[in-house]
């Protein structure tokens, strides 16, 4: 008989008609489905009862595998989530852990029914293992997906599903992170979907071959089990709901679940003015030895009550900054979830029957086999949420209620560090690797009404936890020096972003080096952007003291407090990159805060002060940027008017004008555009002085742009960007030319696209 040899198209995943796939599984797959008529008459407070137990279920798995894991990154970070899924894999319920993952669980299942319905089927008492991305389930190798049938008389009633990030599944980095990757093949294996668990056993010879890979078996092998015995008490809960409402109640109620989820951000979306938004960010640098920029591109459309994200025009896949379909599908969903379905339950089924994406293959967010795709929630699948984000705050920021919604953009990167080597602390030495999980402190963006969380987390996380620093330096051989808020690493605005931080570790406990593995991005090219001329958050930045005074400082009774302090030999880490870390040398990660919101000019003098009190900001940024003058710790009114009105005058002096003046508008009935701009009949206008900038959808605004050195956005700034790309980078500040109210500021390429044609506008127009 002959066998047909897969190629790599049959390993792609994407969204199916449920029709169209319900009708193409086998007879011997019989599955359990209702009527529309049967949805259509559950009384209200049975549904709610059932749709409240079904979300209680996905929170008790998430219990049961953290009890169950040894890992930090699932006992500490909450890096795992958790859904359950109709008969044909639609999410019902998800949880709320890492969003980023809804994207994708659907996407493994519906390629299940379409690939091993037949062989070697799907029964009662079954789980599959998978932890490829192309497939679905995760974005990346490390994610790994546990999944089953749930069965009922017989008939499939519904998935449930447990994924969480592995610590290391092999490869040739540490971590499965391998910085000079060029394809799929110098990393993880993708394992397509694989019975690990059949007819209620645990398959052996599958559970060995799978832990044989990784440079830690025994966590791999107790998530594996977490992860199975997730799924069960999954199961378990939905066959006592079936058994206390019936399978056609339990099933109506999820059917609906997703269709209100749907109704209701249609209804949101119908409620917006049709139009059309575009963000541009890059990633800097590729892999190990790369020195250019990769550009994610994204234009969000809305009409009527459909959202379009198209991403034409995004650079060709590179190095390991690639994600794939399911990834950049990820991406969309951890901004659309907080930003538009906030108050909508996360039924995602429905959700994701609201917007289209608009995609080439062979891309960065849609990259094609064997592309390396380690690095892809990371980089750009993150990266593409952020994008999108920023769309749809500009969005909704033309509307008071809605704009509560609103955010500049968080933290914009995870900064990546795994250390690995030999624990010379016990009787006998052992190995260990530890991804540094610090990074989940991460700033959130600041609002219109509000400055963003410091150290609040990650958008994408929103049950997100930091490590404890005892936990860490019990489990591995590093002691930490610091870990601590960052001042300046808010992005400066009207309102200002949360604040970032930084940590610093050494080797303790062990008289070897050990492997150090980098994969970061936003060090060149700001990825935590503001709003509405809000500066850009902190860039990241990784430094090795090589030749430290760490040891001498120790001895002495002293903890050294900075990096000056430790040592004169500052080694930058690359954004990609395969190094050590020694004893007696110093390594430390400074990661990213959230973006500010509107012009730091306009914020409230008070608010500057209580912040450098606060040591939030330092004086230079209080005033450099903020323009606040204060005297023993008190605002001055009138110095500070006065210097507010010198740095305006800075930025006339220093920028350039496109077009003439147009006069002034009549304020007096307008339309929000955003903090700055309004819409004055077919005009966009200052909101501050008045200006007629231009026309709504046509042509460029009259604005002045500035491009200058990247440190002219602030303090924040602390990584040089000619130590990571050859390519040239500026502040670019876009201001109004009669009251020089900052409109935009950004640190981006030197050939960054002109926004000038675009802002403050809607390109596509109502009716």
Same mark, same amino acid.
């Given at each position: ?41 559950? $009384? ?26 040894? =890992? ?80 009922? @008389? ?41 019975? +690990? ?201 033309? @509307? ?50 509000? $400055? ?79 709003? =509405? ?74 608010? +500057? ?159």
């Amino acid at each position: 008989m002959t066998m047909p040899i897969p190629g790599s198209e049959a390993f792609s995943s994407r969204p199916v008609d449920p029709d169209e796939l319900a009708r193409s599984l086998p007879s011997s797959l019989p599955v359990h489905s209702v009527t529309q008529e049967q949805i259509d008459a559950l $009384d209200p407070l049975t549904y709610e009862v059932i749709r409240h137990r079904l979300w209680s279920v996905t929170d008790e798995m998430g219990e049961a595998l953290k009890r169950m894991s040894g =890992s930090p990154i699932v006992t500490d970070a909450n890096d795992f989530d958790f859904a359950i899924s109709d008969e044909l894999g639609q999410e019902v319920q998800v949880g709320l852990y890492n969003t980023m993952l809804v994207g994708a669980v659907d996407l493994a299942i519906y390629w299940t029914l379409r690939n091993r319905a037949d062989n070697p089927g799907i029964e009662a008492g079954d789980m599959f293992l998978c932890n490829d991305p192309w497939v679905g389930g995760g974005l990346h190798q490390n994610d790994v997906i546990v999944y089953q049938p749930v069965f009922h @008389d017989g008939k499939l009633f519904a998935w449930t599903s447990a994924i969480a990030h592995q610590p290391d599944l092999g490869g040739v980095g540490l971590g499965s992170f391998s910085p000079a990757a060029q394809d799929v093949f110098s990393e993880s294996l993708p394992t397509p979907p694989v019975k +690990v668990v059949r007819e209620g056993r645990l398959q052996r010879d599958v559970a060995d071959l799978w832990v044989r890979r990784s440079r830690v078996p025994m966590l791999v092998g107790l998530d594996l089990r977490a992860k199975i015995g997730a799924n069960n008490v999954g199961a378990e809960r939905l066959h006592a709901l079936i058994a206390q409402y019936g399978p056609d109640t339990v099933k109506a109620v999820m059917k609906r679940m997703m269709s209100d989820a749907e109704t209701r951000l249609r209804d949101k979306l119908s409620a917006l003015p049709d139009g059309s938004w575009t963000a541009t960010g890059y990633q800097d640098q590729s892999h190990e030895g790369d020195r250019n920029l990769h550009k994610i591109t994204v234009t969000t459309t809305k009409t009527g009550d459909r959202l379009t994200f198209d991403f034409t025009g995004t650079d060709p896949q590179a190095g390991v900054i690639n994600c794939t379909y399911a990834g950049m599908r990820g991406g969309v969903m951890l901004a659309l979830l907080p930003i538009l379905a906030n108050d909508i339950p996360w039924s995602a089924g429905g959700l994701m029957r609201c917007f289209d994406l608009v995609t080439e293959e062979g891309t960065l967010n849609n990259a094609t086999f064997p592309a390396a795709v380690g690095r892809g929630p990371i980089g750009p699948a993150w990266l593409t949420g952020s994008l999108i984000a920023e769309c749809l705050s500009q969005m909704l920021d033309r @509307d008071l209620e809605l704009g509560k919604n609103v955010q500049a953009t968080c933290c914009g990167t995870w900064d990546t560090a795994v250390i690995a080597g030999l624990d010379e602390r016990g009787e006998q030495p052992a190995p260990f690797l530890s991804i540094m999980m610090e990074p989940m402190a991460g700033g959130y963006g600041a609002r219109p009404h509000a $400055d963003g969380v410091d150290t609040g987390g990650l958008f994408c996380i929103p049950m997100g936890r930091v490590p404890d620093v005892e936990m860490t330096e019990f489990l591995y051989p590093v002691l930490t020096l610091w870990r601590r808020e960052v001042p300046d690493s808010g992005g400066p605005g009207r309102h200002r972003g949360g604040l970032g931080a930084s940590i610093a570790i050494t080797p303790h406990g062990t008289s070897l080096p050990m492997g150090l593995v980098l994969a970061s991005a936003g060090k060149a090219v700001a990825q935590n952007a503001g709003l =509405s001329g809000g500066h850009p958050g902190n860039s990241g930045l990784d430094v090795v003291a090589r030749q430290s005074r760490v040891a001498e400082l120790l001895g002495s009774g002293r903890m050294p407090s900075s990096l000056e302090e430790v040592g004169d030999t500052l080694e930058p880490g690359q954004n990609y990159a395969s190094s050590y870390l020694a004893p007696g040398e110093v390594f430390a990660m400074t990661w990213q805060g959230g973006g500010g919101y509107g012009d730091p000019l306009t914020r409230d003098p008070e608010a +500057v002060a209580r912040d450098l009190r606060e040591q939030k900001i330092t004086a230079d940024a209080a005033a450099g940027v903020y323009g606040v003058v204060l005297a023993d710790g008190t605002v001055d009114p009138a110095a500070t008017a006065a210097e507010r009105e010198r740095l305006r005058g800075v930025r006339r002096d220093r920028s350039r004008v496109a077009g003439g003046t147009r006069g002034k508008a009549d304020l007096s009935s307008v339309k929000r555009v955003d903090d700055n701009l309004v819409e004055v009949g077919s005009a966009v206008a200052c909101a501050h002085c008045a200006e007629i900038l231009g026309d709504t959808g046509e042509g460029p605004l009259a604005l002045a742009v500035y491009d200058g050195p990247p440190t002219d956005a602030g303090p924040q700034i602390i990584a040089q960007a000619a130590d990571y790309v050859d390519a040239p980078v500026v502040f670019r500040q876009y201001s109004c030319p009669s009251c020089w109210t900052a409109l935009s500021s950004a640190v981006v390429p030197a050939d960054h696209p002109d926004r000038a044609a675009t802002l403050g506008r809607l390109t596509v127009t109502a009716g």
